[in-house]
């Protein structure tokens, strides 16, 4: 039987690779789900990484660990291409729901995903606002903080 997918959003992916709060929750659900999320995920998790490393929070060595990992990783992952229907729906989130723009695409991203196949895969965060959004749109939000 193929592994069910959960839409992640970036906020939970870069507890995979970096040690944060609920990086322990974040591993089990990528352990019993694949990825799905939106293409921008990529230049999301290498911003924050990069982020990291500004902070002094992890090392370059651990960033260099860290996108070697990712690149692994990235050929089991089921990315959503950013086309005109996304983002067409994504200004209308971002309207009625008053989120970020990259929320606004990850949200988009998932609701377009569930019409086009009639699958409605759970939707994994650890951003607040963004949870209280993609409930507000009928996503099952699971909740990672």
Do not use: C
């Not at 592994?3 to 992916?13: I, L, Q, R």
């Not at 921008?40 to 070697?68: K, Y």
């Not at 949200?107 to 209280?132: K, N, Y």
Request: charged share 25%.
């Amino acid at each position: 039987m193929a592994t069910p997918s959960a839409y992640f959003d970036t906020s939970v992916v870069v507890k995979r690779y970096i040690n944060e709060p609920s990086s322990i929750r974040a591993r089990e659900l990528f352990r019993r789900f694949r990825l799905l999320s939106s293409a921008v995920v990529a230049v999301e998790l290498s911003a924050a990484i990069r982020r990291r490393v500004n902070l002094g929070d992890i090392t370059d060595a651990g960033m260099t660990a860290a996108l070697r990992r990712i690149n692994d990783d990235r050929v089991r992952w089921d990315l959503i291409d950013i086309a005109p229907p996304i983002l067409s729906r994504a200004e209308t989130v971002a309207m009625q729901l008053g989120v970020s723009a990259l929320d606004a695409i990850h949200i988009a991203s998932a609701l377009i995903f569930a019409d086009e196949s009639g699958r409605r895969p759970p939707f994994v965060t650890a951003d607040g606002r963004q949870r209280e959004a993609a409930a507000r749109v009928n996503l099952e939000v699971v909740w990672v903080g």
